[in-house]
């Protein structure tokens, strides 16, 4: 009886790492889902964060007034903690807007992917931007 | 007693079994709530092809406010033709999803030309309008996409003044002013109020003891103390809004 009880209670510490190890292995995918999907919501998220941003004008002021600070501000409100991003802005004449960097890493990866976004300002003297959002998970 | 510490000795694995199954729940449920705070801020369901149409639809009202904010404070009526021109161009070089194509009319149907209708009246009434359609198609070898939508951006003005003598030629005045984006009450960036003099306008200050209420549901509250000798009693409400675009009105005052 006694010679028993030290393999059960090597059972129980085997179902015990078991237990953690399987909750571990099925907590991963929800950070770690194909890649062609992973891109394809970092898309959508990019997008979606700019049109909010947009939404009321914001964006374009920002942009026009050279707040790039307050920019990145709201960037990195906006979008999930972790992923990374860089924000270029281009005139009418596709020349670079932004003097300051916006962003959290200035160069996100090979995994990064590319969102273009036409952004027009509200103001009366109506300006036009080309938006340029890198977006990529983190590794 | 030693019976009963040789069972809790041997229900000890047990425990740690169902501690663990605790703290494995514990761990999976803040997984899931992290993760789904995260999401929740962006709608990702949402379709790729609507987004963008979705941006395209928000940079042609953004052109149409700009405009209409700019011809408002004195620019050319061909403002909003030249920028609505810049706009196509600019959406046509798209090609993320296909060839795009934008293409707009602007209104003509009375009141309104060429896109703009402007009534800055004398009965209380002023308006400053933009109106414009759009047609924008997507092509390419698996989407094909025609959308057709229009901006009307309209900023009303309404003003409603009364007065009561209370000297010689001295008059309180008193003007409501309401304004309304798209139809719906709106804030106004700011508010201009004159009264007539014989041929001039003037603006009531502090000396004319001039207050204004905001009742922040776009509606204003003026009133003033004036000499004006005549019995007629002109207001005139000059109303920038949120968006700058300006709107102006006239009325005549009504005694009480």
């Known amino acids: 009886m006694f010679d028993n009880k030290g393999q059960i209670k090597i059972i129980e510490a085997f179902l015990a790492i078991s237990v953690m190890f399987s909750v571990l292995v099925l907590t991963a995918p929800m950070s770690s889902t194909p890649d062609l999907e992973k891109q394809e919501k970092l898309k959508k998220l990019g997008t979606q964060v700019l049109i909010k941003l947009d939404n009321n004008g914001t964006l374009g002021k920002l942009i026009e007034g050279e707040n790039w600070t307050a920019l990145k501000q709201s960037m990195d409100l906006l979008l999930p903690t972790g992923v990374f991003y860089n924000l270029t802005v281009y005139d009418e004449n596709m020349q670079k807007v932004n003097t300051q960097e916006v962003g959290n890493s200035s160069q996100p990866g090979p995994e990064a992917v590319v969102i273009q976004y036409l952004c027009v300002t509200q103001s009366s003297d109506t300006r036009f931007y080309t938006i340029q959002l890198q977006l990529a998970w983190p590794e | ?256």
């Open chain 2, 1 to 256: 007693m030693k019976v009963r510490e040789m069972r809790k000795k041997q229900n000890s694995g047990q425990v740690i079994l169902i501690a663990v199954l605790a703290m494995a729940l514990i761990l999976l449920s803040t997984q899931i709530y992290v993760f789904e705070v995260q999401m929740s801020t962006i709608n990702l369901n949402s379709n790729p092809l609507n987004n963008y149409l979705f941006a395209i639809k928000l940079g042609s009202r953004n052109v149409v406010i700009g405009s209409i904010a700019n011809i408002s404070s004195g620019g050319s009526n061909t403002v909003l033709a030249a920028n609505l021109d810049k706009w196509v161009a600019l959406v046509d070089k798209q090609n993320q999803f296909g060839r795009s194509t934008l293409n707009y009319t602007v209104e003509e149907t009375a009141p309104y030309s060429s896109g703009i209708w402007f009534s800055w009246g004398t009965e209380g009434f002023g308006v400053s309008s933009a109106f414009v359609h759009f047609m924008f198609n997507l092509s390419d070898r698996q989407v094909e996409a025609d959308l057709s939508y229009f901006v009307n951006v309209t900023t009303t003005l309404t003003i409603e003044g009364t007065y009561r003598t209370v000297g010689a030629d001295e008059k309180q005045v008193n003007v409501t002013v309401n304004l309304f984006n798209e139809g719906k009450p709106a804030l106004a960036s700011q508010v201009t109020l004159y009264y007539r003099i014989l041929d001039g306008w003037l603006r009531p200050n502090a000396s004319n003891s001039y207050a204004i209420t905001d009742y922040g549901n776009g509606t204003y509250f003026a009133s003033f103390l004036a000499n004006i000798s005549s019995s007629t009693v002109e207001v005139s409400v000059l109303v920038s809004d949120q968006r700058q675009i300006l709107v102006r009105t006239n009325a005549t005052c009504s005694q009480i």
